[in-house]
């Protein structure tokens, strides 16, 4: 996995090419702010986050936001790579293909209703696929080259 930058929100100023005065200005705070947010002593609101990725280009600036905002997010949400389109996609499509050779195994240990102490092996690793396949399309969704 990529390392996530070290300032996310000095990562969006860096990659728009501003200074913070212009950056302030585009965002439409104050340069306080920007330094406050650059230094990690304040987190910006999402509404300003959502400037920053739009204005950047950076789209996953939001999702790295929301996983530094909440330690339930980091714990929940999986790491997110900022890759190039075509990588992204077919990142998906190997994670979807891999899911095909057992959604046989889903339907027989969920058609009850309950997984049972003797399934639960084999639910954790149907989980751990799906986790792969929630993981790749959010990496589709904030590739490189992507709307």
């Known amino acids: 996995?990529?390392?996530?930058?070290?300032?996310?929100?000095?990562t969006a100023r860096t990659v728009a090419g501003l200074t913070q005065e212009r950056w302030a200005e585009a965002v439409g705070v104050s340069v306080?702010?920007?330094?406050?947010?650059?230094?990690?002593a304040v987190i910006p609101t999402d509404e300003t986050v959502r400037a920053m990725s739009e204005i950047s280009g950076l789209s996953p600036l939001s999702y790295w936001h929301l996983c530094n905002?909440?330690?339930?997010?980091?714990?929940?949400?999986p790491e997110v790579e900022h890759?190039?389109?075509?990588?992204a996609a077919?990142?998906?499509?190997?994670?979807i293909d891999d899911?095909?050779?057992?959604?046989?195994?889903?339907?027989?240990?969920?058609?009850?209703?309950?997984i049972s102490s003797d399934e639960a092996r084999d639910w954790a690793g149907i989980v751990?696929?799906?986790d792969g396949i929630v993981q790749a399309a959010l990496q589709l969704k904030v590739a490189e080259g992507g709307a």
């Not at 306080?32 to 990690?40: A, T, W």
């Not at 890759?83 to 990588?87: A, M, N, R, T």
């Open 1 to 10: 996995m990529e390392p996530k930058p070290r300032n996310i929100y000095k």
């Open 32 to 40: 306080d702010s920007i330094r406050g947010y650059e230094n990690g």
């Open 69 to 77: 905002k909440s330690k339930l997010a980091a714990d929940v949400l």
């Open 83 to 87: 890759l190039p389109l075509p990588q």
């Open 90 to 95: 077919l990142q998906l499509l190997l994670a």
């Open 99 to 114: 899911f095909n050779g057992i959604h046989g195994d889903l339907i027989r240990l969920a058609a009850d209703g309950q």
């Open 128 to 130: 751990r696929r799906l």
